[in-house]
């Protein structure tokens, strides 16, 4: 019975490293070769495994790049983006939110990149990730102008359908990109620009911004 269990143990670990060369060989594929699809030949090749192997761990070239996602979110800040959202200040739920979003995305930029050229020449191509990035995306924005009206924080002028667009422009990868790649901006700076942009634009000021009066 204990060498059946250890005999299980070990062909749990195998299957685990094999899952993890092919979706590491789907990241150095993206950033290998930015302008071509990545084919399961080779990404199957890069893994040493077969395409067959690949088709039993993941189903379809869209569970391939679906469980590629899940684990570069897992990679890159997930759980920081979690805590952050749970937040029970609209305020500090934006700049905390948009920070850890950004930062996930800043840490492997040049692969959210080339997903996003993907999805827009040929949405097939990642098996459908990227849109599905986006609607978590949409749904958490929706969440944060939600909060923001709930706890008294829009500026006055600003509904809570404005709110959503202006935070689903300032938290998209382009607005990321634009900063870091067009501006040459450090990430810190550019989270810190992309944070700052969004309370101004949705946000009252804070008490501890508005200016004293004078007696």
């Not at 299957?15 to 399961?40: N, W």
């Not at 040929?122 to 924005?141: I, L, T, W, Y």
């Not at 990109?177 to 944070?195: C, E, Q, Y």
Request: glycine share 6%.
């Amino acid at each position: 019975m204990a060498t059946r269990k250890y005999e299980q143990v070990l062909r749990a670990e195998a299957a685990a490293e094999t899952r993890r060369r092919i979706l590491e060989a789907v990241g150095q594929r993206l950033r290998e070769a930015p302008t071509e699809q990545p084919s399961l030949e080779k990404v199957a090749k890069l893994a040493n495994v077969s395409r067959s192997t690949i088709y039993a761990d993941f189903g379809s070239r869209a569970g391939l790049f679906d469980a590629f996602v899940a684990d570069l979110w897992d990679r890159t800040g997930l759980e920081d983006l979690g805590e952050a959202v749970k937040s029970g200040d609209a305020r500090e739920h934006l700049r905390r939110g948009i920070a850890a979003a950004s930062r996930m995305k800043g840490q492997e930029i040049a692969i959210y990149r080339v997903l996003h050229a993907m999805d827009r020449l040929d949405p097939e191509s990642a098996g459908g990730a990227v849109r599905h990035m986006e609607e978590d995306r949409k749904a958490g924005m929706k969440k944060l102008a939600e909060h923001l009206a709930e706890g008294g924080v829009l500026r006055e002028d600003v509904s809570k359908e404005q709110a959503f667009d202006a935070l689903w422009v300032l938290t998209s990868f382009e607005a990321l990109d634009l900063l870091v790649t067009g501006r040459r901006m450090s990430l810190d700076r550019a989270i810190n620009t992309l944070v700052t942009m969004a309370e101004r634009s949705v946000c009252r000021p804070s008490r501890s911004r508005q200016p004293r009066s004078k007696s």
